[in-house]
């Protein structure tokens, strides 16, 4: 019976750190204007799939970073350009 309770406690402790976890949001963030041609993750203004960005830094083209390091890498941004 102890061991039970021991199991149930364990699984409970489980689910709540998953469910906190999940609400803290994403960890990371689109960082527009650093990706190497043919190295972006997804479709652009110029391009329809991830990897088919045609130049070095495209405004427009965007890699997944770590929360919080876009800003600190140069020529990165937030927001894609607009144009």
């Known amino acids: 019976m102890k061991s039970t309770l021991t199991i149930a ?8 750190l998953a469910s906190q976890a999940q609400a803290q949001g994403p960890t990371t963030e689109k960082c527009y204007g650093v990706a190497k041609a043919g ?8 391009s329809s799939c991830a990897g088919t960005s045609k130049k070095d830094h495209e ?11 876009c800003e600190k890498i ?7 350009a607009k144009g």
């Open 9 to 16: 406690a364990a699984l409970s402790a489980a689910l709540l």
């Open 39 to 46: 190295k972006n993750d997804c479709q652009t203004a110029t």
């Open 59 to 69: 405004a427009s083209a965007w890699l997944a970073v770590p929360k919080g390091t």
């Open 74 to 80: 140069a020529g990165g941004s937030l927001t894609a």
